[in-house]
């Protein structure tokens, strides 16, 4: 500061500091404004991953509970005894004739 005011008037010195204080202070507020916007588009992610969340889980549940009413008329099939086993075979290679073909169909659609 002793060296700015060699030579100089104070009101210059005055001057020369205004000028710096307010050119720092626009460059602040610059910064300022980028990390206000930056944190606004976090927080706006973060609602729209959140939202996405909430619909896998309610799709996981109804695919849970698909699943369990499958596992339990699979089960009552099997302990229905002799009765049902030509049932259970022809289920079971319907489901491996399944698989096949949609395993193709994919791997047809990948290339």
Known sequence: ???WGRGQSPSAVEDMLDVENKRMADSLANKVTRLKSLALDIDKDADEQNRYLDGMDSDFM????LLTGSVKRFSTITRSGR???KLLCSVSAGLIVVFFILYYLVSKAGT
């Not at 109804?62 to 509970?65: H, K």
């Open 1 to 3: 500061m002793a060296e």
């Open 83 to 85: 009765d049902n086993r």
């Open 62 to 65: 109804s695919v849970t509970g």
